[in-house]
């Protein structure tokens, strides 16, 4: 009996708050106005988004400074157009009431999963209402709202009327509203002249406009989508095979951006697609946000202009049709300056270009985030991997020539049914060979063949592991690139290379690169702000050790001369270029500790420049654009890299040999525990190897290989090297070269003896008084000089007798003062003498 009332009370609730829910959805839905679409070209879009400068006060970008659109009849925009649209935004279109309620079940879900509003099941009467009336906010009133009026908006208007209103209402990005408006802003054309290819393009952008934009850095994605949609329109029969086939292979020429009052154009875009990546299109479209963002506005102008005049000499010199810049603060990886090519608002077509088709210079590509080769430049990443194993720049190895594929014989011939192209033996930028280098001259001078040898000592995969750790995401593919990395077999982006030097010059710490200062919304509230992100990515030392390598212009001079344009005299700068294979990219990328800058040169279609190196062509730009910009910073110098003991000769720079023992400088026999320090040298029994004799690839600090043939690239090194020691006379020694006898006059019994003598003699001197101090010595060998010293304060060097002096006695009462005299004879054995003086009152 007690269930059954339960029952009924339950039923009767649910029956109630159902009633509720559908008198107040009624009443809603009663009272809710249909919106009127009659007036569209008059519109305004308000809540514009602003960027700024760093200062906050320049304004970068408006982003609705310059709305387009223009409405057109529905009979004007070609069937397919329209078809592609439905196909990829809302399949069901003429099927629904408004809604979708599947999508609508699907995005709840994901929704309650996730814990925020990310899915909306937007039909394209939806996506209607919500870009026409309603705010970008993600609420669930909001969205009730827009489902109530999609639904009111299907009973008062057909198909065709929503389907026009939303084709010219909906944003296609570049401030283009409506498919009038993109068909001019992409196609340079009417709508109504639109290809099936170009019509799959616009109804691609349709769900970020920001993100699929065919000027952005996801073209393939766009790519992806327009073929998505032609295979759409096949399967359902709305074109033919023989049209599907055309599309799909037709080479869509987009027209020139042209985007009216913006300030650093490459950068600002930048923004707005990351501010769309976070925030959504909504947001930003009509959340009126303001960004201050990370840009010194006063360089960017500055070095646009320069860029600008550099490309001309660059063209007409050495085919050079395309520069980027970018330069990062290495202590916050906040972007100081970004300029994508060489000016954003030329147009190329002169030159025979059509932007979007292999062109040598497409100027509203940002070059600073496309991936390119980068040439030398990688070495200082592939360097510090090896610091990480226990080599140093100190280790040397051979600049010779070398045959790095195991499939070939030293003198590069492939072994029985191997492709002669598997055959790989790099040169030099100079094609020398210099014999044995230390790594610090081989990275300043980038010798390839060294670096190579680097890059295998190693490890290709530690080697990208470093870079990573550095902020570079493009090096996938480890198997793809092997020993031709280290010169520049991957490709990487300029903005994260020219961030992950700043590693180098901040002590090891990475910092991502940011371009935001501060976001707020249209009502003031900040939705972010920078902090600082860094993280100890590399060791210091290390860290200092490039440092190091890369700013000693002496070291870098055999190859570039003293005063190339790598140099900068008025302060330390650290730099390394990079020019690819047949000289289709050059880089230069060279920092302070305060100011990190990296340029580019080359053409956006891959084509070669004529052949010169990177310290020819950008190395100019960049030495121009770092003088203007550091003539507004402090100076500030690197941090020294501490000195790295190792037992092992051949890691500390010694080629000649591995078995080392010490002599006498004097005599030439074995050096003993009472040879002075600085008589003693350094020998080796002269063997000439290559690096791979003595050491274990994996564990360079340990014993030498039992058997270095083990080792696969053994064999080629070592013919290469030992061809070279014969060759300049290098002949092996044996442990017969070793001295017998031991030094024998460096011993404590031959050792000089002595005593301070003091004039007066007493126990006590009072404070003011002046001794004399007299050094009585003798020795076997003759007196050479005595060092005398008061406490730890160096006195004076005596190097003929009579050793005598006056000294004054001055202190506090019953403190001591020590004298001590350090007697060496002409062999440099030596005794250290003292006396104590108490200080009396006056």
Request: proline share 6%; aromatic share 10%; with cysteine.
């Amino acid at each position: 009996m007690i269930r059954s009332k339960q029952k009924r009370k339950l039923i009767l609730a649910i029956l109630g708050a159902s009633l509720l829910l559908f008198f107040v959805g009624a009443w809603i839905f009663a009272t809710t106005t249909v919106p009127n679409f009659g007036s569209l070209d008059q519109r305004k879009i308000i809540q514009s988004t602003k960027i700024y400068d760093r200062t906050g006060q320049i304004l970068l970008y408006d982003i609705h400074g310059d709305v387009q659109r223009t409405v057109v009849p529905l009979d004007q925009i070609p069937k397919h157009v329209r078809d592609a649209t439905i196909a990829m935004e809302d399949q069901n279109f003429y099927s629904h009431y408004g809604i979708s309620p599947t999508s609508i079940i699907r995005a709840f879900f994901v929704n309650l999963f996730s814990g925020e509003i990310k899915q909306g099941g937007s039909t394209i009467t939806q996506q209607l209402i919500k870009n026409t009336f309603l705010t970008p906010d993600k609420t669930l009133s909001r969205k009730i709202k827009e489902i109530i009026l999609s639904m009111k908006v299907e009973l008062r208007y057909s198909k065709d009327e929503i389907l026009g209103f939303y084709l010219n209402e909906v944003p296609y990005g570049q401030s283009a509203y409506g498919i009038e408006a993109a068909s001019q802003t992409y196609f340079g054309k009417p709508a109504k002249d639109l290809t099936i290819a170009e019509g799959a393009y616009l109804a691609s952008m349709l769900q970020a406009p920001t993100r699929y934009s065919p000027y952005g850095s996801h073209r393939d994605e766009l790519e992806s989508r327009k073929n998505i949609i032609l295979n759409r329109l096949y399967d359902g029969k709305m074109i033919s095979r023989e049209q599907y086939e055309e599309s799909k292979n037709e080479q869509v020429v987009f027209a020139g951006k042209i985007i009216g009052g913006i300030r650093a154009p490459h950068f600002s875009l930048y923004i707005r697609e990351y501010l769309v990546e976070k925030y959504g299109e909504d947001v930003v479209e009509k959340g009126g946000l303001k960004v201050t963002t990370t840009l010194n506005w006063e360089w960017q102008e500055k070095l646009e202009e320069l860029i600008k005049n550099a490309a001309v000499q660059n063209e007409r010199n050495f085919s050079a049709y395309n520069e980027g810049l970018v330069a990062t603060d290495p202590k916050t990886g906040q972007i100081l300056v970004m300029i994508g090519s060489r000016d954003y608002f030329m147009d190329p077509r002169p030159e025979g270009c059509a932007p979007g088709i292999d062109c040598k210079f497409d100027p509203q590509v940002n070059m600073t985030l496309r991936s390119r080769q980068p040439g030398s430049s990688f070495k200082p990443f592939v360097y510090a991997t090896s610091f990480k194993r226990g080599y140093s720049p100190n280790t040397v190895l051979f600049d010779t020539r070398t045959e790095f594929s195991t499939q070939c014989s030293p003198w590069s011939v492939p072994d029985p049914g191997v492709d002669p192209e598997k055959c790989y033996n790099p040169g030099n930028f100079d094609d020398k060979f210099r014999g044995p280098v230390t790594l610090k001259d081989a990275l300043a001078q980038s010798v390839n063949i060294v670096a190579v040898k680097v890059l295998y000592l190693a490890g290709t995969k530690d080697s990208i592991s470093t870079a990573r750790d550095l902020g570079i995401s493009t090096l996938t593919n480890p198997e793809r690139y092997g020993l031709t990395l280290v010169l520049g077999g991957g490709e990487v982006k300029l903005l994260e290379m020219t961030n992950a030097y700043g590693a180098f010059a901040n002590g090891g710490f990475y910092t991502p690169h940011t371009p935001i200062l501060k976001i707020e919304d249209g009502n003031g509230s900040i939705l972010e702000e920078y902090h600082d992100q860094r993280t100890q990515a590399l060791d210091t030392n290390i860290a200092n050790q490039i440092n190091d390598m890369l700013v000693d212009n002496s070291a870098r001079a055999p190859a570039f001369t003293e005063n190339s344009p790598m140099y900068i005299p008025e302060r330390p700068v650290a730099v390394k270029t990079g020019t690819t294979q047949d000289t289709r990219d050059t880089w230069i990328i060279g920092y302070t500790p305060n100011i990190v800058m990296g340029v580019w040169a080359g053409n956006n279609d891959n084509s070669k420049m004529v052949k010169k190196v990177a310290g020819l062509i950008v190395a100019p730009i960049w030495n121009a654009a770092m003088h203007e910009v550091i003539k507004d910073l402090p100076v500030e110098e690197f941090t020294p890299p501490e000195i790295q003991e190792t037992d092992k000769p051949v890691i500390r720079g010694e080629w000649k040999g591995n078995q080392e023992y010490k002599i006498d400088k004097l005599t030439g026999k074995l050096a003993t525990e009472y040879t002075p320090e600085e008589l003693i040298e350094k020998k080796v029994i002269q063997e000439v190897h290559s690096i791979l004799y003595w050491v274990d690839k994996n564990n360079p600090l340990g014993p030498a290989p039992s058997n270095p043939n083990n080792d696969p690239q053994f064999k080629n090194w070592e013919a290469s090297v030992r061809e070279w020691a014969l060759s300049h006379g290098y002949f092996d020694e044996t442990a017969a070269s070793i001295p017998l006898d031991r030094d024998n006059i460096h011993l404590p019994e031959l050792a000089p003896r002595g005593e301070i003598v003091l004039v007066p003699s007493q126990d006590n001197y009072p404070s003011g008084a002046r001794i004399r101090i007299r050094i009585n010595s003798e020795s076997y060998y003759p007196i050479d000089q005595i060092d005398v010293f008061k406490n730890s304060e160096f006195i004076g060097s005596y190097k003929s007798t009579p050793f005598e002096f006056s000294m004054d006695i001055n202190g506090e009462s019953g403190k001591e003062i020590k004298i001590s005299a350090t007697i060496y004879d002409n062999v440099r054995n030596k005794t250290v003498i003292e006396k104590n003086i108490r200080i009396s009152g006056s």
